[in-house]
C-alpha cells in the first residue's frame, strides 16, 4: 500500500534485514538501512516540533554528509519541500534563496540538527501526498540572470526513480560508489533513488578524492560520476583493470563526456561509460543502453514513457521533453514557466541536438551558446570536436565575443599548450573560414562548476573585449 508519498516507494526497497548496511564510509562504522529508517523518523518529529507543515519548505545548506540525507528522508516524510543549496553560495546568494522561497526553516549545521532529534521518539507517520504534490526545489545554477527554481513532484521523482532503477539493472547485489554532492539532482535523487530502490548499500565519499575512490572501486559495483571524474580517474596510474574487476556498470551524466576520454576509459578498464543526459528540471531524460551499443558521443535513447522531439523543423534544434518527471513549472515564475513550454505541453530544453532515425540523441551544445559570425551560425561543439583532437589540447571552450565587422566573432578557449597561429592555420584546413576561430587563448585550466560544467558565461566576460 503506497501513500503516494516517494518515501515510501524508496522505503519499499530497503532490505527486509535493516541490518544491512545503507552507506559504508572509510575510517567510520557503517549506517544500515535501519539506522536510517529511525533516525529519518525521528528528524521527521523533530521538524514537525519546529512547526514545519506539510508544504513548507525545508532549506538545508551544508556539506555533503549521512545527516545531510537523513533530512532529506524527513523531509519527504512529514510532507515538506526539500530545498537543497549548494555550500559554496556566499550569504548573498543564500539570502536570494531564501526570500524567494521563503522556507519554514533553513538548515546550516545537519549534524547538529540530526544529533538534536536523537532524544526524540521516532514518528511512524508518513503524509499522505499525491503525485502532483511537491517534494523539492531545485535551484538551477544559471550564472547569468536570476536562478530559477525548478519544483519537482513526489510522482515526478517517483516516476524517475523507477524508469532508472530499471534502465540500469540495479539489484540488492550492488554496490553505488557515492561520491558526487548531494545539492544537485544527479547525486541526490539519481544516485540515491537508484541505490534505496534496490536497497544496495553504497560507499559514500564526502567529496571526489581519487585514492579513495580507487579504494572504493575496488569495493564497488556501479559509480555514478561527472566527465571530470573520469578525466581525474585517467589520469590517476592505480586506475587498472584490476582495481574495477567488481564494477558492472560507470555511468557519466551532468556534463558532456570527451570522445576521447570514453575511449581512453575502455582500452584502459575494458568498460563502455555510459553516458546519460539530465538536468534540474527533468531529472533523467535519455540514456545510453545497460545491454545493447554504447555509443561515444551520444547520450542515448528517451526513457520509457518520455517524448523526446527537436523543435524548429530542422534536423538539428533545440530538444523539447514531455513526460512523468518533467518539472510542474518554476517557483514563482509563472511568465517563465510558460514561456519555456510549448503550446502542446514540451518543456523547451535550451540544449541542441539532433537524433538519428533509430531515436538515439545527439546533443551539440546550449542554445544561448550559438554563435552567429557575421550573420552565419556556428555551433561551437562542432570546433570544440575538432579542437580536441589536436595535440596539445586537454579540452576546449569555444565562445562568441562582440566583433566590430562580424558582430561577433569566435574564439577558442583551448585547455593546454600550443601556439596560437599555428592551430588556428591546422583549422583551417577543416572548417570553413567564419567557423575558424579568430583567436585561440592557451588556459591552464578551463573554469567548471562543482557537476563539472565548463562556465562559459565567465569566459565570454573574461575575453569580451578580445576584439575592441
Ligand atoms: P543541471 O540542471 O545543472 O543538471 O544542468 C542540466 C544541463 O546539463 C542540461 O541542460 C545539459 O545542458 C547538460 N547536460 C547534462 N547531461 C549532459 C550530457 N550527458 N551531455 C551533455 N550535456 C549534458
Not at 501513500?3 to 515510501?8: A, I, K, P, V
Not at 541490518?19 to 562504522?29: K, T
Not at 533553513?106 to 501526498?129: N, S
Amino acid at each position: 500500500a503506497m501513500s503516494g508519498n516517494l518515501f515510501s516507494l524508496l522505503a519499499s526497497g530497503f532490505p527486509a534485514d535493516r541490518n544491512r548496511p545503507a552507506f559504508r564510509q572509510p575510517g567510520a562504522a557503517d549506517v544500515s538501512y535501519g539506522d536510517l529508517e529511525t533516525l529519518a523518523a525521528r528528524t521527521a518529529a523533530a521538524l514537525r516540533a519546529a512547526r514545519v507543515q506539510p508544504g513548507d519548505r525545508v532549506a538545508l545548506q551544508v556539506e555533503k554528509s549521512i545527516e545531510a540525507v537523513v533530512i532529506y528522508l524527513a523531509t519527504l516524510r512529514i510532507g515538506a519541500v526539500f530545498l537543497p543549496l549548494n555550500a559554496a553560495y556566499t550569504p548573498s546568494e543564500v539570502q536570494y534563496f531564501l526570500d524567494d522561497a521563503k522556507p519554514a526553516i533553513f538548515i546550516q549545521d545537519a549534524q547538529g540538527f540530526v544529533a538534536g532529534a536523537r532524544d526524540l521518539a521516532p514518528d511512524p507517520r508518513i503524509e499522505p501526498r499525491t503525485p502532483g504534490d511537491l517534494a523539492a526545489i531545485i535551484y538551477t545554477s544559471g550564472t547569468t540572470g536570476r536562478s530559477k527554481g525548478a519544483m519537482l513532484t513526489h510522482g515526478a521523482l517517483a516516476a524517475n526513480a523507477l524508469a532508472l532503477h530499471e534502465a540500469w539493472g540495479f539489484s540488492p547485489d550492488d554496490v553505488l560508489l557515492h561520491a558526487l554532492p548531494i545539492f544537485h539532482v544527479h547525486g541526490l535523487f539519481v544516485a540515491l533513488h537508484c541505490a534505496f530502490l534496490s536497497g544496495c548499500p553504497m560507499v559514500w565519499l564526502n567529496r571526489f578524492d581519487e585514492t579513495a575512490v580507487l579504494e572504493g572501486l575496488s569495493r564497488s559495483t556501479v559509480m555514478m560520476g561527472v566527465p571530470t571524474f573520469y578525466s581525474r580517474l585517467l589520469a590517476n596510474p592505480g586506475l587498472t583493470r584490476e582495481t574495477v574487476s567488481h564494477m558492472r556498470l560507470f555511468i557519466s551524466g551532468s556534463a558532456p563526456l570527451l570522445e576521447s576520454a570514453f575511449d581512453a576509459f575502455e582500452t584502459r578498464t575494458g568498460h563502455r561509460i555510459l553516458e546519460r543526459y539530465g538536468m534540474s528540471e527533468a531529472v533523467i531524460i535519455t540514456t545510453n543502453p545497460l545491454d545493447g551499443e554504447r555509443i561515444a558521443g551520444s547520450v542515448g535513447f528517451a526513457l520509457p514513457g518520455v517524448d523526446v522531439r527537436i523543435g524548429g523543423g530542422e534536423a538539428t534544434g533545440v530538444i523539447e521533453i514531455r513526460g512523468p518527471s518533467v518539472f510542474t513549472g518554476y517557483w514563482r515564475m509563472p511568465e517563465r514557466t510558460r514561456e519555456e513550454f510549448t503550446a502542446d505541453g514540451y518543456f523547451i530544453t535550451g540544449d541542441v541536438g539532433r537524433m538519428d532515425p533509430d531515436g538515439r540523441l545527439w546533443i551539440s551544445g546550449r542554445a544561448k551558446d550559438l554563435i552567429i559570425s557575421g550573420g552565419y551560425n556556428v555551433y561551437p561543439k562542432e570546433i570544440e570536436l575538432i579542437l580536441d583532437e589536436q595535440p596539445g589540447v586537454r579540452e576546449s571552450a569555444v565562445i562568441g565575443v562582440p566583433h566590430p565587422d562580424f558582430g561577433e566573432g569566435v574564439v577558442a578557449v583551448v585547455e593546454g599548450q600550443g601556439e596560437e597561429t599555428e592551430l588556428i592555420a591546422r583549422l583551417r584546413g577543416q572548417l570553413a573560414g567564419y567557423k575558424t576561430p579568430k583567436r585561440i587563448v592557451f588556459v591552464d585550466a578551463l573554469p567548471r562548476n562543482a557537476m563539472g560544467k565548463i562556465q562559459k558565461a565567465l569566459l565570454r566576460q573574461a575575453y569580451g573585449d578580445l576584439f575592441a
